[in-house]
């Protein structure tokens, strides 16, 4: 559990290197194809949404119904 969450954490930053990286090139003429940026902010949407999924569940005890 915890290295799924060190691993989040790590991917975040880089992922928000290449989208940088990418924005950067994207108007020159050998720069990357628009669908490289997609997936890397989806891949950014992803990791913050598992991030925060985990640390909630992490976090919250399971609630019975009666409460």
Not at 8 to 15: I, V, Y
Not at 42 to 64: D, E, H, K, N
Request: hydrophobic residues 40%.
């Amino acid at each position: 559990m915890q290295l799924g969450q060190d691993t989040l954490a790590f991917l975040q930053p880089w992922l928000l290197k290449r989208l940088l990286q990418f924005v950067g090139s994207y108007n020159s003429p050998d720069g990357e194809p628009a669908f490289h940026g997609y997936a890397i902010a989806i891949g950014m949407f992803c990791c913050a949404v598992t991030q925060t999924v985990r640390s909630l569940s992490a976090q919250t005890p399971y609630v019975s119904a009666r409460d």
